[in-house]
């Protein structure tokens, strides 16, 4: 703008089109901002071009109140960002666009009439607007932009038109005060982190205009109880209703197809919830940590259980896996407490963890199962007997540790890659010590095992004595880890071998070593054999 454009005032001067009231007496301004012309205690603005300029007043902090002239069309981007003592501001009939955050920071601003003229805002308009408690959007906007209310923490009351079609993303984001709000029937979107942490918002109900919900849009709204998903929605975003603490119950309708990542994570008061024969999807940890929720029956499209789905669901007493369902995935059911059976018919795969921590599992059915993962049932304390069929090809390491009630393997014996003897899981040839039943008090290792394998005893609390003959040259990490209880270690080996790395977190001085005859001092001067209670020799 050239110098000819800026124009100062006298304090007498009648062609001002608009006022401004700041908040101190300042005298007549040194230097001037397009249009803008200060004396005293009052600004006046005059805008030949029609327009508040992008930062036209940006950070004024001395700035009350603002009338803008009526030949403004146009107000700019961050027209009036962090004016942090504007309380009330009108805006004429002729302004048809406000800019991106052209009221960001506005901390004193309380309310604001938006004229019908006002057909299209940028982003984050109204962002951190801590005072503001109500407004009316225009009808003709069809767009609420992405972060324009985002931080409005007073902002109880607002009225939505029926033009708007869509709701951007993190809109109504941290809008602590809003009750309720009426979504009209026009809006077919909803955008990610809409009404996130929504603290006092208690009920919403989405139209059935509405075909998208983004991801994490009602997260954190810890006081909402209820809500409905219309039939017209086919997808639930990712983290949608994450940590709706207060959340009892849901109401899927019957075309949604897939339910997102984390969509129900800890909503610890969530009781059921029925999913509808659409759902082919559930990703991983939908429902984790749901602590209330007591059954849950999995629609028959679904065929993967996804990781951690259900891990944490205390209270889930049962839960009906259709045939439909090839694969469990990682921590799929841990720390299931509740449940007391399993039964997954056409399961092939069970991921690592998929059921630790499943302390009330007594009995699980799985015909179909041909890989076991790592720690795949690993503290489930309740667990006596466990089958394995010929179908199993793999069991990964510690997959049965801390099952301390645990009985007996029994091995199909047409399986090609395992079988048992006296309980105990070895590898077809016998070669390998799999895993030893967690209530077993004593073991005599056979002489074909070669190795011991990774904790293949972790967790074995009744065990108190352990006979290892002189072929085995391995003992694989933790195979002992937390046999707390023994009392009793023959050892066959002539020579010491360090095993060293299989009997952590043990306290050796409660441990009585009993090597052959000849080897004892050997023994007695070993780093690792020297820490035991005391070393004999046995023929």
């Known amino acids: 703008m050239g110098q000819n454009n800026k124009l100062q005032l006298s304090e007498t001067d009648n062609t001002a089109i608009g006022r401004i009231t700041t908040s101190k007496r300042k005298g007549v301004m040194s230097h001037i901002i397009p249009e803008i012309v200060g004396f005293d205690n009052t600004t006046l603005l005059k805008s030949p071009d029609s327009d508040i300029r992008d930062n036209a007043f940006r950070d004024r902090t001395?700035?009350?109140?603002?009338?803008?002239?009526?030949?403004?069309?146009?107000?700019?981007?961050?027209?009036?960002?962090?004016?942090?003592?504007?309380?009330?501001?009108?805006?004429?009939?002729?302004?048809?666009?406000?800019?991106?955050?052209?009221?960001?920071?506005?901390?004193?601003?309380?309310?604001?009439?938006?004229?019908?003229?006002?057909?299209?805002?940028?982003?984050?308009v109204f962002y951190d607007c801590t005072s503001l408690n109500s407004i009316k959007i225009p009808y003709g906007v069809t767009w609420i932009a992405d972060g324009f209310f985002d931080g409005c923490t007073s902002l109880n009351s607002i009225e939505i038109?029926?033009?708007?079609?869509?709701?951007?993303?993190?809109?109504?984001?941290s809008c602590t005060s809003l009750i309720s709000i009426e979504i009209p029937n026009s809006v077919t979107k909803i955008g990610d982190c809409a009404f996130r942490?929504?603290?006092?918002?208690?009920?919403?109900?989405?139209?059935?205009?509405?075909?998208?919900?983004?991801?994490?849009?009602?997260?954190?709204?810890?006081?909402?109880?209820?809500?409905?998903?219309?039939?017209?929605?086919?997808?639930?975003?990712v983290r949608s209703f994450i940590d709706c603490t207060r959340l009892t119950s849901i109401v899927i309708l019957d075309r949604v197809t897939k339910i997102g990542e984390s969509a129900f994570y800890g909503c610890t008061n969530l009781t059921s919830i029925e999913i509808p024969y659409s759902v082919?999807?559930?990703?991983?940890?939908?429902?984790?940590?749901?602590?209330?929720?007591?059954?849950?029956?999995?629609?028959?499209?679904?065929?993967?259980?996804?990781?951690?789905?259900?891990?944490?669901?205390?209270?889930?007493?049962?839960?009906?896996?259709?045939?439909?369902?090839?694969?469990?995935?990682?921590?799929?059911?841990?720390?299931?407490?509740?449940?007391?059976?399993?039964?997954?018919?056409?399961?092939?795969?069970?991921?690592?963890?998929?059921?630790?921590?499943?302390?009330?599992?007594?009995?699980?059915?799985?015909?179909?199962?041909?890989?076991?993962g790592k720690d795949a049932f690993g503290g489930c304390l309740s667990l006596t007997s466990i089958?394995?069929?010929?179908?199993?090809?793999?069991?990964?390491?510690?997959?049965?540790?801390?099952?301390t009630s645990l009985k007996e393997f029994i091995v199909d014996e047409e399986n090609k890659y395992y079988c048992s003897?006296?309980?105990?899981?070895?590898?077809?040839?016998?070669?390998?010590?799999?895993?030893?039943?967690?209530?077993?008090?004593?073991?005599?290792?056979?002489?074909?095992?070669?190795?011991?394998?990774y904790g293949a005893c972790e967790g074995c609390e009744?065990?108190?004595?352990?006979?290892?003959?002189?072929?085995?040259?391995?003992?694989?990490?933790r195979a002992f880890e937390d046999c707390i209880n023994l009392e009793e270690l023959h050892l066959r080996h002539k020579k010491p071998i360090d095993f060293s790395m299989a009997f952590p977190r043990l306290d050796l001085s409660n441990i009585t070593l009993f090597v052959p005859i000849g080897t004892g001092y050997a023994y007695r001067h070993h780093p690792f054999y020297s820490r035991f209670k005391q070393v004999v020799t046995e023929r």
């Open 387 to 403: 089958e394995i069929p010929n179908t199993v090809s793999f069991i990964g390491k510690e997959a049965f540790s801390y099952c």
């Open 280 to 372: 082919t999807e559930i990703a991983g940890a939908a429902f984790g940590g749901c602590t209330s929720l007591t059954s849950i029956k999995i629609p028959n499209g679904v065929t993967i259980i996804r990781e951690w789905t259900f891990s944490g669901c205390s209270n889930l007493t049962s839960i009906a896996i259709p045939s439909s369902v090839t694969k469990v995935e990682e921590g799929a059911f841990q720390c299931c407490t509740s449940l007391t059976s399993v039964e997954i018919p056409c399961v092939t795969i069970i991921g690592e963890v998929a059921f630790h921590g499943c302390s009330g599992i007594t009995s699980i059915k799985m015909p179909s199962v041909s890989l076991i």
């Open 161 to 173: 038109p029926n033009s708007v079609i869509e709701i951007g993303n993190e809109a109504f984001r």
């Open 62 to 124: 001395d700035i009350t109140t603002m009338e803008i002239p009526d030949c403004v069309t146009w107000i700019g981007d961050n027209a009036f960002r962090g004016c942090t003592n504007l309380t009330t501001i009108k805006i004429p009939d002729d302004v048809f666009w406000i800019g991106d955050c052209a009221f960001f920071g506005c901390t004193s601003l309380t309310s604001i009439v938006i004229p019908n003229s006002v057909t299209d805002f940028g982003k984050r």
């Open 421 to 453: 003897k006296d309980g105990v899981l070895y590898s077809k040839d016998m070669s390998v010590l799999v895993a030893v039943p967690g209530s077993k008090r004593s073991i005599n290792i056979p002489v074909s095992v070669t190795k011991i394998g």
């Open 462 to 477: 009744s065990l108190t004595s352990v006979m290892v003959h002189d072929n085995v040259n391995i003992i694989e990490e």
């Open 197 to 237: 942490d929504c603290t006092s918002l208690s009920s919403i109900e989405i139209p059935d205009s509405v075909t998208w919900i983004g991801d994490d849009v009602f997260r954190g709204c810890t006081n909402l109880t209820y809500i409905e998903i219309p039939d017209s929605v086919i997808e639930i975003g």
